[in-house]
């Protein structure tokens, strides 16, 4: 049982099948959630003395296995002597806030949800008043499910109204901060797309108390199957429907969540998407205006264009490596050894800002673009003038190979260090040497300008490949050189 507790272990995550279907088995059975319980409440445990009452916030997206999974965490933790607030339904980051708010103050939100990934997946996301879990933590977590409950008075369980606290204090801050009275967006259309996840409220209980109107929001009401696109702001097809939504009904600004609402994109009125590295020069230029220094601490996949745009704002890229919690926590450690660091961001839209406890929430950065946005309407400007030095390059890929040895960690780690080689002795290649994960390079001669990275993936066998060019027509050539390399590796299966 312990190797199957493990293997749900997803970094600072805990992941797996919630829901049974023909392809799927169940992994996150009743047995193996009253363990995570279990191991959730030695791990509490630890944090209080012996007499103290521990009182935990459980909330959950809308996935079609929330409301069992809560059942059984619920029942564990109130045999435990744990008082449960229930949030039903509510976003990640509410959760969070649960341990914050002087109306609460619980000792942790444990969030149901497995972000975008498809409807038959669940997991849970925990946090305590630091912040939220490490890694070793959810490893501790999971290696300490197997022992027995002591006998104590049971604990209590009382339905919560989070959402509707976490709403007004958005409300509230984006009141303070972007003048203009009680309603800074009135005369403006501002569609929302939850995907059917946990975001719909921000249109009714953020926008419209905002003087918003929300005419042409969809997929407001929660489903957990998902039925009109991936809740994903990373999601070409997701953005697609929110830029056809936005056009259709002549709003000003679209908003895009996923599912559990830590991360989000937008749309202008135009059309165009402000995510992935626009998403991260709008809010890098917010940043910069209070804090002109800063430094913008990035994953590993963010282009080169946006390292001149953050430069020539005043500010510095810190390009590190991919996964939330890591660009979260390098941006914790340079604020410690003196660094300034306002914002951690990936370009995935996971976007944590010093000012809110570094917290990765999607609703919380869509409220400081708000704030912005207002007060560049009353100027009459838009968000795009925020980007419009960021150059845009001509193509931009993804490419993900996959590795078929069995020990994919190795071989993966093999074929970087014989890509590095492979760079340096390769002309039109220039390899970064300021990097943090995996082997990028610098482009030029006849493949043009541009860059390539290729790295392991945090959690699969597979190698994601990222190439950029600002010349169209390169790729091919491009392409053609790496096959050269690549055909030494037989494991690896090339998508091109």
Excluded at 1 to 25: C, P, V, Y
Aim: charged share 25%.
């Amino acid at each position: 049982m312990k190797e199957e507790l493990s293997a749900l272990q997803n970094g600072s995550d805990i992941r797996g099948i919630g829901l049974e279907t023909e392809e799927h088995q169940l992994t996150l059975t009743d047995e193996v959630i009253g363990k995570i319980a279990r191991g959730i409440l030695v791990f509490l445990q630890k944090k209080k003395t012996p007499k103290e009452k521990i009182v935990v916030a459980i909330g959950h997206d809308s996935r079609l296995s929330a409301e069992r999974i809560k059942a059984k965490l619920v029942s564990v933790l109130k045999a435990g002597g744990v008082d449960i607030l229930d949030a039903e339904l509510a976003t990640t980051p509410a959760l969070f806030m649960a341990t914050q708010y002087a109306s609460f103050q619980t000792d942790a939100g444990i969030m149901i949800t497995a972000s975008h990934l498809p409807y038959f997946y669940n997991g849970i996301k925990l946090f305590t008043k630091a912040g939220g879990a490490e890694k070793e933590d959810i490893q501790f977590i999971l290696e300490n499910g197997e022992g027995e409950i002591s006998q104590t008075q049971p604990g209590s369980v009382r339905k919560i109204d989070l959402m509707d606290t976490y709403a007004a204090d958005l409300v509230t801050k984006i009141r303070n901060q972007a003048g203009n009275g009680e309603k800074p967006l009135a005369g403006s259309r501002i569609v929302v797309d939850a995907g059917n996840g946990a975001g719909g409220f921000f249109a009714g209980k953020v926008l419209e108390p905002l003087g918003a109107d929300t005419t042409g929001s969809q997929f407001l009401d929660p489903d957990g199957h998902f039925p009109n696109h991936i809740p994903n702001p990373d999601n070409d097809e997701a953005m697609a429907s929110l830029r056809t939504a936005v056009l259709e009904s002549k709003a000003d600004l679209g908003i895009i969540f996923d599912t559990d609402v830590d991360r989000a994109a937008i749309v202008d009125k135009f059309g165009e998407s402000l995510n992935r590295n626009a998403l991260i020069a709008v809010i890098s230029a917010i940043v910069l205006e209070s804090h002109p220094e800063s430094t913008i601490v990035t994953d590993s996949t963010t282009s080169s264009h946006l390292e001149t745009f953050i430069r020539e704002l005043g500010g510095k890229q810190h390009r590190f490596k991919r996964g939330y919690r890591n660009v979260i926590n390098e941006a914790i450690r340079l604020n410690e050894t003196g660094e300034e660091s306002e914002l951690a961001i990936e370009v995935s839209g996971h976007a944590a800002l010093k000012e809110n406890y570094f917290l990765d929430d999607g609703a919380y950065l869509v409220a400081k673009i708000l704030v912005k946005y207002a007060q560049l309407k009353q100027q009459n400007q838009d968000l795009s003038d925020l980007t419009k030095n960021l150059v845009v390059p001509a193509e931009s890929h993804e490419f993900r190979i996959q590795i078929k040895a069995p020990h994919f960690q190795a071989y993966g780690a093999d074929v970087l260090a014989s890509f590095q080689r492979f760079v340096q002795k390769t002309a039109g290649f220039e390899l970064v040497p300021a990097n943090h994960e995996g082997v990028r390079v610098d482009l030029s001669n006849e493949f043009g300008s541009g860059w390539l990275l290729l790295r392991m993936s945090l959690h699969e066998p597979v190698m994601p490949l990222n190439i950029e060019l600002d010349e169209e027509g390169t790729l091919e050539l491009l392409e053609a050189k790496l096959k050269t390399f690549f055909a030494e590796y037989p494991q690896l299966v090339l998508p091109f």
